[in-house]
Protein backbone atom coordinates (compact mmCIF):
# COMPACT_ATOMS: atom_id res chain seq x y z
CA UNK A 1 0.00 0.00 0.00
CA UNK A 2 1.39 3.26 -0.60
CA UNK A 3 1.10 6.02 2.05
CA UNK A 4 3.33 9.50 2.51
CA UNK A 5 4.54 10.52 5.40
CA UNK A 6 3.11 13.85 7.42
CA UNK A 7 4.01 15.67 10.31
CA UNK A 8 1.51 14.77 12.84
CA UNK A 9 0.63 17.97 14.00
CA UNK A 10 -0.82 18.76 10.17
CA UNK A 11 -3.48 16.13 11.39
CA UNK A 12 -5.45 19.67 12.03
CA UNK A 13 -5.11 20.17 8.16
CA UNK A 14 -7.01 17.15 7.32
CA UNK A 15 -10.03 18.26 10.14
CA UNK A 16 -10.13 21.73 8.59
CA UNK A 17 -10.63 20.04 4.74
CA UNK A 18 -13.09 17.56 6.84
CA UNK A 19 -15.38 20.76 7.47
CA UNK A 20 -15.10 22.51 4.23
CA UNK A 21 -16.00 19.29 2.63
CA UNK A 22 -19.17 18.76 4.79
CA UNK A 23 -19.81 22.32 4.01
CA UNK A 24 -19.62 22.22 0.60
CA UNK A 25 -22.36 18.77 1.07
CA UNK A 26 -24.62 20.90 3.13
CA UNK A 27 -24.73 23.70 0.02
CA UNK A 28 -25.21 20.81 -2.47
CA UNK A 29 -27.64 19.25 -0.17
CA UNK A 30 -29.95 22.22 -0.69
CA UNK A 31 -29.65 23.06 -4.47
CA UNK A 32 -30.87 19.50 -4.86
CA UNK A 33 -27.51 18.54 -6.19
CA UNK A 34 -27.26 14.88 -5.13
CA UNK A 35 -24.01 13.31 -6.60
CA UNK A 36 -21.60 16.56 -5.99
CA UNK A 37 -23.46 16.18 -2.13
CA UNK A 38 -22.54 12.65 -2.04
CA UNK A 39 -19.17 13.14 -3.28
CA UNK A 40 -18.34 15.79 -0.57
CA UNK A 41 -19.56 13.82 2.24
CA UNK A 42 -17.42 10.99 1.19
CA UNK A 43 -14.39 13.24 0.94
CA UNK A 44 -15.12 14.51 4.48
CA UNK A 45 -14.94 10.80 5.80
CA UNK A 46 -12.08 10.47 3.91
CA UNK A 47 -10.45 13.55 5.13
CA UNK A 48 -10.97 12.50 8.97
CA UNK A 49 -9.29 9.04 8.17
CA UNK A 50 -6.11 10.76 7.20
CA UNK A 51 -6.47 13.26 10.12
CA UNK A 52 -6.38 9.88 12.33
CA UNK A 53 -3.90 8.31 10.59
CA UNK A 54 -1.62 11.26 10.40
CA UNK A 55 -2.34 12.30 13.97
CA UNK A 56 -1.86 8.62 15.04
CA UNK A 57 0.76 7.03 12.78
CA UNK A 58 2.66 10.16 10.72
CA UNK A 59 1.16 8.98 7.70
CA UNK A 60 -1.90 8.83 5.18
CA UNK A 61 -3.17 6.66 2.55
CA UNK A 62 -1.44 7.99 -0.83
CA UNK A 63 -3.06 5.12 -3.18
CA UNK A 64 -5.05 5.19 -5.77
CA UNK A 65 -7.50 2.58 -3.79
CA UNK A 66 -9.34 4.63 -1.13
CA UNK A 67 -10.26 1.24 0.70
CA UNK A 68 -6.63 0.53 1.65
CA UNK A 69 -7.23 3.16 3.85
CA UNK A 70 -8.96 0.31 5.92
CA UNK A 71 -5.73 -1.29 6.83
CA UNK A 72 -4.11 1.65 7.98
CA UNK A 73 -7.07 2.53 10.23
CA UNK A 74 -6.77 -1.17 11.55
CA UNK A 75 -3.35 -0.38 12.51
CA UNK A 76 -4.29 2.49 15.12
CA UNK A 77 -4.58 1.76 18.58
CA UNK A 78 -8.21 2.30 18.95
CA UNK A 79 -10.79 0.07 20.39
CA UNK A 80 -11.07 -3.10 17.62
CA UNK A 81 -14.98 -3.53 18.21
CA UNK A 82 -15.85 0.10 17.79
CA UNK A 83 -13.22 0.72 14.76
CA UNK A 84 -14.56 -2.40 13.03
CA UNK A 85 -17.96 -0.90 12.67
CA UNK A 86 -16.78 2.73 11.74
CA UNK A 87 -14.80 0.87 9.04
CA UNK A 88 -17.50 -1.09 7.55
CA UNK A 89 -19.41 2.65 7.75
CA UNK A 90 -16.18 3.80 6.07
CA UNK A 91 -16.08 1.43 3.26
CA UNK A 92 -19.95 1.64 2.55
CA UNK A 93 -19.04 5.39 2.07
CA UNK A 94 -16.47 4.03 -0.19
CA UNK A 95 -18.62 2.16 -2.37
CA UNK A 96 -21.23 4.89 -2.95
CA UNK A 97 -18.17 6.85 -4.44
CA UNK A 98 -17.32 4.42 -6.47
CA UNK A 99 -21.08 4.06 -7.86
CA UNK A 100 -21.62 8.08 -7.98
CA UNK A 101 -18.73 8.88 -9.74
CA UNK A 102 -18.14 5.98 -12.59
CA UNK A 103 -21.68 3.99 -12.82
CA UNK A 104 -24.53 5.78 -15.03
CA UNK A 105 -26.97 5.51 -11.84
CA UNK A 106 -27.74 9.04 -10.61
CA UNK A 107 -28.19 9.76 -6.56
CA UNK A 108 -31.07 10.38 -5.16
CA UNK A 109 -32.22 12.56 -2.29
CA UNK A 110 -31.80 9.53 0.39
CA UNK A 111 -29.06 8.55 -0.88
CA UNK A 112 -27.49 12.04 -0.34
CA UNK A 113 -29.30 12.00 2.89
CA UNK A 114 -27.86 9.16 4.18
CA UNK A 115 -24.44 9.62 2.45
CA UNK A 116 -24.56 13.05 4.80
CA UNK A 117 -25.57 11.20 8.56
CA UNK A 118 -22.45 8.55 7.75
CA UNK A 119 -19.84 11.00 7.05
CA UNK A 120 -20.95 13.08 9.88
CA UNK A 121 -21.13 10.24 12.16
CA UNK A 122 -17.57 9.42 10.81
CA UNK A 123 -16.13 12.03 11.47
CA UNK A 124 -18.42 12.95 14.83
CA UNK A 125 -16.09 9.56 15.86
CA UNK A 126 -12.80 10.61 14.57
CA UNK A 127 -12.44 13.69 16.57
CA UNK A 128 -13.30 11.77 19.99
CA UNK A 129 -10.55 9.48 18.81
CA UNK A 130 -8.44 12.94 18.45
CA UNK A 131 -9.50 14.26 21.71
CA UNK A 132 -11.28 17.10 20.31
Do not use: P
Not at 46 to 67: M, N, P, Q
Not at 100 to 115: P, R, W
Amino acid sequence: MKTRNVSKELYINYLKKATEFYEAAKNEFEKRSWNSCVLNAIHRAISATDALTVAFKGIRHAGERHEDVVKLLQELDIDQRILNDKTRQLLALLDVKNTTEYEEKLTTENGASVALKNAERFYGWAKEQLNM
